[in-house]
């Protein structure tokens, strides 16, 4: 670009860089005005000479970006900004989009303070991907790896780990040597026998295609044990046509890998062309982090049985529910027939009535003294206390007598419950919550898997199992059962 000066009114002296970048400040347009510029549009407002100047509309996209509020849950890679908004205004203006100048328009732009990267919605994925590794180098998820050939897919994956408990690293630099061992290194610490399968989500081109290969090859040779490997996406079929047709770029074909690629995979274009994608074409999109996240984890769950998971989180509240169950009898108004049972045990019913004699007793006994309490209170007080003394004694004895029986119900309750389990609770008839197809769900909210956790519920099973241990207790059918456990505990048995 010309150093010659030229002079205007409002400037003065200025480069045609400055003057440039006056002009698109003064066109001041919004970013959907932009979008929706035909083609002669580009031509009027930004002309220079005999073409459109994209430097110019470079700028302009970027001023009417910086006005739009991004927000934490928008923000972008570098890449992803160029694929949305920028690429498909430069295909409308030029009828193609090559990324060529892009990144360094934009970094000039930037480091001269006509706005920053936060402005924009832009976010250096490659910082928060150096943190993210520092929490999670000590822990490990199973034996899943999915590996991300980019940060910014990285870390919009991350929720994926979070609700499945898998591992997760970026390829970002994989190729370099030390990278690569640093992630296996800590892999293999955390459990040196453990096998693992590979899952990979890459750009749609000959280098994406082979990179889970290649870093599983790497990975063998220093020791760790890949079994299998799957490539997740990104995948064709999920994409849009109208969007592969802007998004695409022209794949190389100066290898023999490459050229083979072209042969079975690459999107055909006019002269023999051969296009691919890359991942930020669909996550750079509106919705686009949530759709790539839902292609991923539609993708895993075709490998990944979606209940091994669920059943893990299923079998706790399996066994919790009969506890939960019997203690809600036990806290409950139980009554039990008394046809039977020996007269050492205590029922809810004799229990209710024995208290309500014994506080009547209380009462009358000590009903003078209570009204005496007011005149010779000081005097008259230690004597209640003698005079309660034996039928808080008596109250304390039956509250005693209560908890043996209450302890003879709990375990009867138990073997009962255990003797009928399996034809009255079958597994296959609760889900606790957590139906088929619950992940998506979850991810979808944005969910981990403590929001997974907290979607679970066992009160329809303690519930069923309540009303009908409640039922047989209070029929008496259980009857024989206690009066055998009150016989070995008067024998001195356990």
Known sequence: MSEDKVWIPELGDVTEEELLEYLAKQRDFTLEQLQNMTKEDYWKYFLHGNHINKTALLKAIYLAASKIDWGSSKMRGVREFWYNPVKPIIYRAFGNASIAGYVETLSAFVKKGNLTYKDLGIIDYRTQRKLYEQMDKARVWNNVILFVEKDSAYVHLRPIKELLNISIVSGAGWSKTACTENIIDILKELDPKKSYILFTVTDYDPFGFSIGEEFMDKAKLMGLNITKYHRLGILLEYIDSALIEVQKYPVKRNLKSAEEWCKEYGIEGPKGKVYGLEIEAVSGQEGGHDKLRQIVLTELLKFLDEND????????????????????????????????????????????????????????????????????????????????????????????????????????????????????????????????????????????????IKRASDDSLVNDIYDTLKKELEKGTLNQTLCELVTVMKEGGS
């Open 309 to 452: 998971l669920l059943d893990e989180i299923r079998e706790v509240l399996w066994d919790e529910a009969p506890i939960k169950a019997i203690d809600k009898i036990i806290s409950s108004d139980w009554n039990i027939p008394e046809d039977g049972l020996p007269k050492e045990f205590l029922t809810q019913k004799k229990y209710k009535q024995k208290i309500a004699e014994n506080e009547k007793q209380k009462d009358e006994a000590t009903e003078e003294v209570r009204d005496e309490i007011e005149r010779l209170k000081e005097e008259l007080e230690k004597q209640l206390e003698e005079l309660e003394a034996p039928f808080n004694e008596e109250e304390e004895k039956l509250d005693y007598e209560l908890s043996k029986s209450k302890s003879f119900i709990r375990t009867t309750l138990e073997k009962y419950y255990e003797s009928i389990k399996d034809d009255q609770w079958s597994k296959e008839k609760w889900d606790m919550n957590l139906p088929a197809g619950v992940l998506m769900e979850v991810m979808k909210e944005g969910g981990d898997i403590h929001s997974l």
